[in-house]
């Protein structure tokens, strides 16, 4: 009975990781290839590309606090089967576009059910899980957003190669077809005290966001602000240091360290807690921050990929993790939109304020910056821990008081 209870690869899981996967894959071929097309293409400026790349995130921030909601009212498989369906069917409309202002009109919608479809697959994915192994469970699905990160961008950048942008774009759209039918096959499990609410209530900022999970989610924006120096400024850091030869190679040695690490992590994470995850990696992100910014040779520059990806790999998915136990089985979608409004606050405006950093002093200033950063986190973790541990043992010693 606890073998087969406790598996995480069960049918559910695989389709609910394919659906973030392809969906991923979408994501990143145009976060790496949309600028581009945009500069040589549209006649469009440095600025205006990134923008491209901004206004998505910004549609996806809005959408996060509707998410939860969203998901509690038409239910967590209806939900994932129109924004994958709305997702999907904008992908189709890149190859008509021949405007900026069209392009963003377009990226703003792409980036609404973006927002709603990261979060409640998430959100399904962290109830197929079993709640004994859920920090290990977690990772895997965040492994399928990392692998991706590479498998986009090489997909993408490769291609215009060959091929034109628009035939690029339609190649894209039929692979994220491949996302519905997944999520077709997806079958989410009723938890006993998630059933439908007949009852209205008032609306209140619970309708929104999960309140318990801001201390971890609030925690989690500064960590997207230092990984957002990764994300945006790697491939520029390469091309001013002669690195870009080798750049390419980042996210796949990154890639790889993240997934042999993984599943020693995420079953830490479960059998030990997730302070003997995240105190550890905030610390080695932080040294492989550092190594990045200093390094001038192809082997260091590399070494330095491998340290960020054991390091920060494990972070998403722990601090999500952590979101949904606050929040608690009935309000995995609210803790999942509550914590990725807080992620995508970070990445969104690191990239902003970290571009300013380099323009003002160099990518020196700006890795040491995110790394001091992080021992910042940490200390704001070690805090958020001591306090959660001391109202845990107030409530174990309540009902023995009142006894």
Not at 81 to 99: A, P, Q
Not at 218 to 234: A, M, Q, T
Not at 389 to 394: F, I, L, Q, R, S
Request: net charge positive; charged share 10%; with cysteine.
């Amino acid at each position: 009975m606890s073998n087969h209870q406790n598996k995480i690869w069960t049918r559910d899981f695989i389709n609910i990781s394919l659906v973030q996967f392809i969906v991923f894959i979408g994501f990143y071929t145009l976060l790496t290839t949309l600028p581009i097309y945009v500069i040589k293409e549209l006649g469009g400026t440095e600025a205006e590309g990134g923008l491209v790349v901004t206004i998505m995130l910004i549609a996806a921030i809005i959408m996060r606090p509707i998410s939860g909601n969203l998901i509690e009212k038409l239910g967590k498989k209806r939900t994932l089967l129109w924004s994958t369906g709305l997702f999907t069917g904008t992908m189709f409309f890149y190859f008509m576009i021949d405007s900026f202002l069209g392009l963003m009109i377009l990226r703003f919608i792409h980036g609404l059910s973006f927002g709603v479809l990261t979060t409640v697959a998430s959100a399904i994915a962290a109830d197929v899980v079993p709640n004994e192994r859920k920090g290990a469970g977690l990772g895997y699905f965040a492994m399928a957003t990392n692998i991706a990160m590479v498998v986009g961008p090489f997909l993408g950048l490769t291609l215009i190669q060959f091929i034109s942008f628009k035939l690029l774009f339609i190649i894209v759209s039929f692979i994220i077809l491949i996302s519905v039918i997944c999520a077709i096959q997806v079958k989410v499990p009723t938890l006993a005290n998630e059933a439908p609410k007949t009852i209205k209530s008032k609306f209140s900022i619970h309708n929104l966001i999960e309140v318990k999970a801001l201390p971890i989610a609030v925690i989690s924006l500064f960590v997207g602000l230092s990984y957002s120096s990764i994300l945006s400024y790697v491939s520029v850091f390469a091309e001013a240091h002669n690195l870009a030869s080798v750049a390419s190679y980042f996210f796949v040695v990154f890639a790889v360290v993240m997934i042999i690490a993984r599943p020693t992590l995420g079953n830490l994470f479960d059998v030990k807690g997730p302070k003997y995850v995240i105190i550890p990696c905030l610390l080695i992100f932080s040294v492989g921050l550092v190594i990045l910014g200093f390094s001038t040779t192809p082997w260091v520059f590399l070494v330095a990929a491998g340290i960020i990806g054991l390091g920060s790999g494990s972070l998403l998915p722990s601090f999500q993790t952590m979101s949904i136990q606050a929040g608690g089985p009935g309000r995995s979608g609210h803790a999942t939109a509550t914590f990725y409004i807080f992620w995508d606050i970070g990445i969104a405006t690191g990239s902003y304020v970290l571009g300013m950093i380099v323009a003002m002093f160099n990518f020196q200033v700006l890795y040491v910056t995110c790394a001091i950063l992080l021992i910042v986190v940490l200390g704001m973790f070690i805090i958020q821990q001591s306090w959660q541990e001391k109202k845990e043992m107030v409530e174990q010693q309540v009902p023995v008081e009142n006894m």
